[in-house]
Structures are given as structure tokens and as C-alpha cells.
Nanobody, 114 residues
Framework: QVQLEESGGGFVQPGGSLRLSCTAS????????MAWYRQPPGKQREFVAV???????NYADDVRGRFTISRDTAANTMNLQMNNLKPEDTATYYC????????WGQGTQVTVST
């Protein structure tokens, strides 16, 4: 059973930045697909960004150019650098990992507001 744990959420004003991290209970290089999803208040969970074990990335259109997903094998974490945050980025952010099964973290709250 793989465990994923998010950290780094919080409150930030529009235009600000946050960095989310996802720590895995096994070596992240063995997780061939890792991603971030988010669930805004009252809405369904949606895709944010993905990174494969060979470093290929992809982003949702509304975060491309503002968010950067990365893997840090030394720290055994997957990260999401979020810049120029907007109120519509407010959501619970979830870490996702896939080996032969799929795994989810418990989520971390990001609130963007004045």
C-alpha cells in the first residue's frame, strides 16, 4: 500500500505563490505517473498537472505558464510550484500516484483571497 501525503497549502493573496509537496512511502522513481488534482468548493475534482517517471509533464490549460510540476528524487517528493495565484485556484489539492494501482493523498487546502 503506497501512502501519499501533501503539504504546503495555506492562505495567499491573489498574485502570490505557494509550493505544494507530496511525499510518498516508496521511492518516487518507481511511481511512473504522479499528478496533482484539485477540487474547488462545490465542484468536481479536476486535473491540474502530471509528471511521468521520465520527466514528461502536462498541465491543465488554466494553470499552464503559472504552475510547475517537478520531481525531487533526493527528497523523494513531487512538487507543484504555483505562481500568480488567482481566486479561482482556491481548492483542495490532491496528490495522485500510479504504479499498478492508483493512490491518492488526503489533500491540502489552498485559499486565494484578499
Amino acid at each position: 500500500q503506497v501512502q501519499l501525503e501533501e503539504s504546503g497549502g495555506g492562505f495567499v493573496q491573489p498574485g502570490g505563490s505557494l509550493r505544494l509537496s507530496c511525499t510518498a512511502s516508496l521511492t518516487i522513481s518507481s511511481i511512473f505517473r504522479m499528478a496533482w488534482y484539485r477540487q474547488p468548493p462545490g465542484k468536481q475534482r479536476e486535473f491540474v498537472a502530471v509528471i511521468t517517471s521520465n520527466g514528461i509533464t502536462n498541465y491543465a490549460d488554466d494553470v499552464r505558464g503559472r504552475f510547475t510540476i517537478s520531481r525531487d528524487t533526493a527528497a523523494n517528493t513531487m512538487n507543484l510550484q504555483m505562481n500568480n495565484l488567482k481566486p479561482e485556484d482556491t481548492a483542495t489539492y490532491y496528490c495522485y500516484g500510479r504504479t499498478v494501482e492508483e493512490y491518492w493523498g488526503q489533500g491540502t487546502q489552498v485559499t486565494v483571497s484578499t
